[in-house]
């Protein structure tokens, strides 16, 4: 589909339908190509979100979408609705399921409806043979235990989705990995909070590090407090290339043929 050098940059996780880009979206897309970023993946929160995704990459050879129901609204949501995603993901360029996942750390759906509405979209995945991207916010054991009965019901779907804005040690890290899943990085990583947390980047395998913006929100520490946008995931990518003692081509490359792997584009 695309043209891009295998070096160009792929944000991974964008919300480009988001509200904070509607006065200049045209601009933040034309800027992300000039400073090397081939593909993104923009990242649905719902059904209306989803289908503005998917207008998007209609009219963007290089936008792929993700669709999905964040566990935000968990508690309103139907299998009726998990249906309309469903339609949603037999779009040609809907290449995985989500986001989805758990939110124990701003709690806006009781945790109950949020486990059955991941479970339902899981299920779905499976179904439809995409990928996951996965949202989880202080509930890494109880999503690892979700995830490991979910792939030990279907071992035959590797790799089976992506942790997206991980932030979890070491020891979390390596039960997502035993899985088959790809871990995702993004601006954070840059503030100095996070310097603790350079063990366990080194200790991702290049094949299954991944590196996105999560825009509008978590921009790098230079312009963090602002909206982000796809141009800045050169800053986390440089940023992990130090931190991991490997050339900023290298792992451009290595980021960019794993999300291709996954997404299959
Ligand atoms: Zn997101």
């Known amino acids: 589909m695309t043209t891009e050098p295998t070096n160009a940059l792929v944000d991974t996780h964008a919300h480009l339908d988001a509200g904070e880009f509607d006065a200049d979206r045209d601009e933040v897309i034309a800027r992300a190509h000039d400073t090397g970023i081939g593909t993104i993946i923009t990242v649905g929160t719902g059904i209306e979100s989803g289908q503005h995704s998917i207008e998007l990459a209609e009219r963007y050879q290089d936008i792929l979408v993700a669709i999905g129901i964040h566990p935000h ?74 995830l490991h009965d979910w792939t030990s019901r279907h071992p035959e779907r590797q790799p089976p989705g992506v942790i997206h804005c991980f932030t979890g040690d070491t020891e979390t890290a390596r039960q997502y990995l035993e899985m088959g899943f790809y871990l995702s990085l993004g601006g954070y990583i840059t ?55 490997v050339s900023f081509e290298a792992l451009a490359r290595e980021t960019t043929e794993n999300a291709r792997r996954l997404f299959g584009w």
């Open 73 to 146: 609204a968990a508690s309103t949501t139907t299998e009726a609705d998990i249906s309309a995603i469903a339609r949603l993901a037999e779009h040609p360029k809907v290449v995985a399921i989500g986001e989805i996942g758990l939110d124990f750390y701003r709690n806006y759906s009781p945790r109950d409806s949020q486990f059955r509405v991941l479970q339902w979209q899981l299920d779905l995945a499976a179904q439809i043979n995409l990928p996951v991207v996965i949202h989880c916010r202080e509930a890494h054991e109880e999503i690892i235990n979700v």
């Open 191 to 245: 503030y100095p909070a996070n310097s603790n947390a350079h063990d366990t980047i080194r200790s991702i395998p290049p094949d299954r590090l991944m590196v996105e913006t999560d825009c509008p929100y978590l921009a790098p520490q230079r312009y963090r407090g602002r909206r982000n946008e796809p141009s800045y995931v050169r800053y986390t990518a440089e940023e992990l290339a130090q931190i991991r003692g």
